[in-house]
């Protein structure tokens, strides 16, 4: 139990500061360092510029903004094969939103275990 919970933070810390942004009108992709902490590890893609048009008198997001706020941990580009991190990466991710289900799944059996053990201890039998 406790290897699963210190598993399950570690990819939680995991995929809350880093991301696969997938570039811009090319096969490439890049594993970062998120200037901004959020769950979701995928980002980019599309059209260059697809952004602007879409969203107009909007900032640009992050990963698309000129001043790259980002730390580029590995690089790599989809032209001849998949590169296996980013397969790893998104099975990675699966299994930590797997763990977090089991975890909330348990913890509710639990607490509706000790929920009917204390009713069943307050009222004495007739």
Same mark, same amino acid.
């Given at each position: 139990m406790k290897l699963r919970l210190l598993i399950t933070l570690g990819l939680?810390?995991?995929?809350?500061?880093?991301?696969i942004i997938h570039?811009?009108?090319?096969?490439g992709e890049a594993l970062v360092l998120k200037p901004l902490h959020g769950l979701y590890p995928f980002?980019?893609? #599309?059209?260059?510029?697809?952004?602007?048009?879409? *969203?107009?008198? +909007?900032?640009?997001?992050?990963?698309h903004h000129p001043r790259n706020d980002y730390v580029v941990l590995h690089q790599s580009s989809h032209e001849t094969t998949i590169a296996p991190w980013t397969v790893i990466y998104?099975?990675?991710?699966?299994?930590?939103?797997?763990?977090? #289900?089991?975890?909330?799944?348990?913890?509710?059996? *639990?607490?509706? +275990?000790?929920?009917?053990?204390?009713?069943?201890?307050?009222?004495?039998?007739?």
């Open positions: 939680i810390l995991l995929f809350t500061n880093t991301a570039g811009s009108g090319g096969p980002y980019g893609g #599309g059209e260059e510029g697809s952004w602007a048009r879409q *969203h107009p008198d +909007r900032p640009l997001p992050w990963w998104g099975l990675a991710y699966v299994l930590c939103v797997g763990l977090v #289900g089991l975890s909330l799944g348990q913890l509710i059996i *639990h607490a509706t +275990r000790l929920r009917k053990r204390k009713r069943s201890t307050a009222t004495p039998p007739p």
